[in-house]
């Protein structure tokens, strides 16, 4: 399972949680903008805006998970385990690979607008990467500071949906999560007023109890519910330090713990990293199971121009701060 989601403050942030049971080996890969990107079906594309995120790299292609570009977009790619349908390749269409959605969108649209004129022509095909790394079922959240969507590619055609609450997580699909959002909506962060009826003396004994009833499980559709709530009540300063940090506590709350979530014998699934991009500045923070603190890589700390990939390597272990030795 994964989460995503997005946040504004003075800038606007976007991340997700990676849940899963294995890591298949990701970096924080800069694709700058004179890599050339090798579309399976549609050619090269020789120079394209820059891009951030998590990528598995394999032959020198960054197959990214989540990532952002230098103009303000940002995607990320979440599990869609049996609803996702690919198609086949077709004429007069853009005949985009499924590992090749992430980057044919951040390579060139510079907002929303941009990113559904594109999703006009798109087809998005059931190309492989190769042997070892088949076709994942996905669905995708995309956004930038004004606006969001989800695209899902499903048996009956692709859809486009407006995400307003700018949140993703996995199964069912989104319009049914969306749906489910009206059986939350007394939830409140006051505390409740006693409308229970003949007039019995009920007490809010306890803070928090206008949220009692917010799913606390880890199914994607309580994930779904419990992230929407905390990000759209979450408050922070609008510093960069107040915004990162307060986006990590909203994607906190959907925080998987090894043993909590079992997948089969003796595996469990656990959130494997919890990203935070800041869309506007190009800072791609992150932090990882076993490492809480949060690292960083900027973008414009690179050479831009370069035709190569550049990989930070994802830190492990925990750095404990010790205050008297
Ligand atoms: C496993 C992850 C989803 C985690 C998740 O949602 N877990 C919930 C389980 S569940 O919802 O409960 O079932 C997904 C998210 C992005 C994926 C990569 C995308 C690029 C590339 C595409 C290629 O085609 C295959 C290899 C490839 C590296 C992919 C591997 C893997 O598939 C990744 C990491």
Request: glycine letters at 6%.
């Amino acid at each position: 399972m994964c989460t995503a989601a997005t946040y504004k403050t003075k800038d606007f942030y976007f991340g997700r949680t990676l849940d899963y049971e294995f890591s298949y080996g990701d970096q924080i890969v800069i694709t700058p903008r004179n890599y050339s990107f090798h579309f399976r079906h549609v050619g090269d594309m020789k120079n394209h805006y820059a891009i951030i995120g998590m990528a598995h790299v394999a032959e020198n292609y960054p197959l990214y998970y989540d990532a952002m570009n230098e103009k303000g977009v940002a995607m990320a790619g979440l599990n869609f385990v049996g609803n996702a349908v690919y198609s086949e390749v077709q004429p007069d269409m853009e005949n985009i690979a499924q590992f090749e959605f992430i980057p044919w969108i951040l390579s060139q649209c510079a907002s929303l607008a941009e990113v559904r004129k594109l999703l006009n022509r798109i087809n998005i095909v059931n190309t492989p990467f190769s042997e070892q790394l088949p076709l994942a079922q996905l669905h995708w959240i995309i956004a930038d500071e004004n606006e969001s969507i989800t695209v899902e590619s499903m048996s009956d055609g692709l859809h486009i949906y407006d995400n307003p609450v700018g949140v993703l997580t996995n199964n069912p699909p989104f319009p049914q999560q969306m749906f489910q959002l009206n059986n939350y909506m007394y939830l409140s962060p006051k505390q409740p007023k006693n409308t229970f009826g003949g007039n019995l003396a009920l007490d809010a004994y306890s803070r928090g109890m206008g949220g009692l009833g917010l799913p606390g499980d880890l199914s994607s559709s309580s994930r779904f519910v419990r992230v929407a709530f905390t990000k759209v009540n979450a408050i922070s300063g609008e510093s960069e330090e107040e915004s990162v940090s307060q986006f990590f506590h909203i994607l906190g709350s959907v925080d998987q713990q090894r043993g909590c979530c079992e997948v089969t014998d003796g595996k469990y699934e656990i959130t494997l990293y919890t990203s935070c991009c800041n869309v506007i500045k190009g800072i791609y923070y992150y932090n990882t199971y076993e490492n809480h603190q949060i690292s960083a890589v900027d973008m414009h700390a690179e050479n831009l121009e370069s035709n190569k990939l550049i990989c930070y390597p994802v830190i492990q272990g925990e750095r404990i701060n010790y205050q008297n030795k």
